[in-house]
Nanobody, 123 residues
Framework: QVQLVESGGGLVQDGGSLRLSCAAS????????MGWFRQAPGQDREFVAF????????IYADSVKGRFTVSRDNAKNTVYLQMNSLKPEDTAVYYC????????????????WGQGTQVTVSS
């Protein structure tokens, strides 16, 4: 069982930066791969970034590649999403999620979810 709590969201201007954190409970955090997803009003939840259990392998959606960086600190049971050059179209609720095993873009493949944190980018 893993419990996830996101933080770090807020309001930022076009071109600004934010760093999201996802704190996990449980001693088995390091065995889980982690994903970041986002959901804008009226839209499906979409994949943003993935990091494997060790932090060596990362995958990004094309829409954020080169602007967002996912990382993790297993000693702190925390995964991060550094978001730079933010755009209004990045506005959404951002969720972290945990799964065992390899990358999967489908949110249905993830077993545990946080409550989400709102990111709003003003133009």
């Amino acid at each position: 069982q893993v419990q996830l709590v996101e933080s770090g969201g807020g309001l930022v201007q076009d071109g600004g930066s934010l760093r999201l954190s996802c704190a996990a409970s449980g001693r088995t955090f390091s065995t889980y791969a982690m994903g970041w997803f986002r959901q804008a009003p009226g839209q499906d939840r979409e994949f943003v970034a993935f990091i494997n259990w060790s932090g060596i392998n990362t995958i990004y959606a094309d829409s954020v590649k080169g602007r967002f960086t996912v990382s993790r600190d297993n000693a702190k049971n925390t995964v991060y999403l550094q978001m730079n050059s933010l755009k209004p179209e990045d506005t959404a609720v951002y969720y972290c999620a945990a799964k065992i095993g390899a990358w999967a873009p489908a949110y249905s493949k993830y077993d545990y979810w946080g409550q989400g944190t709102q990111v709003t980018v003003s133009s």
